[in-house]
């Protein structure tokens, strides 16, 4: 048995405490991460919650993760003890269904996710199957990387899902964590992008993201002035909103693409749709070589989100400052004795 040490919360809505589990002996095909640094996204604060009822407490978040190979089973294939690597949201996948031998991983109904139904990255050590864990390339900055497992990965999989094309002009709704993201990718795709934001003292922030413009989305004067323009929006958003402007801003054969979960119902006039052919689409995260390309492509680009840091006994302050949406744009924590 392996003691992990961990913040838990142990109840909806609860603060974090620690909390100790024990592991069991690692599977065949499982591999042990000691966690250096792990981000904290919304959809920590979700599970946190219980906001989509499927928490189970105690309740360990934490899935943009980043640490190094501690342990492996005999059967394990493609890391070794001593990589330094990367998990996301997803931690199993059956390997053998239709969707897993197509390369889409993630679309697995028998998927396992990396803090549902068992405990998650904010904790010393975290267990996965070997398929998702993830080597990162060798001038990988650790310190900013976890964000990109689930935050970039999400959007990254959405520009590629949907076929966005260099020459197409795009837009973002929503510039936090994922969106910024977005801003960053898509103009090192060589996109011409557009942000919508109701924060007007983040315009020029997204302009030095790679906007080429700023469309104040309470503006309605302003969201006119982009109808029928955009071949692709990605909403980053998780609340409701008037959708039928934004796919008026669709250009014909437009794509309105969320990765935000919003819990209420979506209402499209299919007139909307129908005329000008557009359509409406979501996903989840990638598969392992989706992600392992995305990585290369950061890299490449040197794309990384701007994070604040916060060591991980101070979770609990961390999740206050997102709360508060004072976020700029990122948040990871640190384990102090995992310093990658």
């Known amino acids: 048995m392996m003691k992990v040490n961990a913040y838990a919360a142990l109840k909806p809505g609860g603060r974090l405490e620690k909390f100790i589990y024990e592991l069991p002996a690692t599977g065949k095909e499982q591999v042990d991460i000691k966690v250096a640094y792990c981000g904290l996204c919304h959809s920590d604060l979700s599970m946190i919650n219980n906001d989509w009822g499927w928490s189970q407490y105690p309740m360990v978040p934490g899935h943009e993760i980043v640490g190094e190979v501690i342990s492996t089973g005999s059967e394990v294939k493609g890391v070794k003890v001593g990589d330094k690597v990367g998990l ?36 010393d050590i975290v267990r996965s199957h070997w398929s998702w864990v993830i080597p990162l390339p060798e001038s990988t900055d650790l310190a900013k990387a976890g964000p990109l497992l689930c935050g970039g990965m999400t959007v990254f999989n959405a520009i590629v899902a949907d076929g966005v094309k260099p020459t197409d002009r795009v837009g973002v709704i929503g510039i936090g964590g994922l969106g910024h993201l977005a801003i960053r990718f898509l103009k090192h795709w060589g996109c011409e992008v557009v942000g919508f934001s109701s924060n007007k003292s983040k315009h020029d922030e997204i302009i030095s993201m790679g906007a080429t413009r700023v469309v104040d989305s309470t503006d309605t004067d302003a969201l006119k002035e982009v109808q029928g323009q955009l071949d692709f929006i990605l909403s980053t958003v998780n609340v409701p909103l008037d959708w039928n402007t934004y796919l008026d801003c669709l250009a014909p054969k437009g794509k309105l693409h969320t990765v935000g979960i919003v819990t209420e119902p979506i209402p499209v006039p299919t007139l909307s749709l129908i005329n000008g052919q557009k359509s409406v689409g979501g996903s989840p995260g990638g598969s392992p070589a989706l992600i392992r390309t995305m990585l290369d492509f950061c890299v490449r680009h040197q794309i990384y989100p701007t994070v604040e840091e916060f060591p991980m006994g101070q979770v609990n302050d961390a999740i206050r400052h997102l709360e508060e949406g004072k976020a700029r744009y990122r948040i990871v924590l640190k384990n102090e004795d995992n310093r990658g």
């Not at 990396?114 to 990255?121: E, P, Y």
């Open 88 to 123: 996301s949201w997803f931690s199993a996948s059956c390997m053998h269904c239709r969707h897993c031998m197509s390369g889409n991983h993630q679309l697995c109904t028998d998927i396992e996710q990396t803090q549902v139904g068992r405990h998650g990255g904010f904790a």
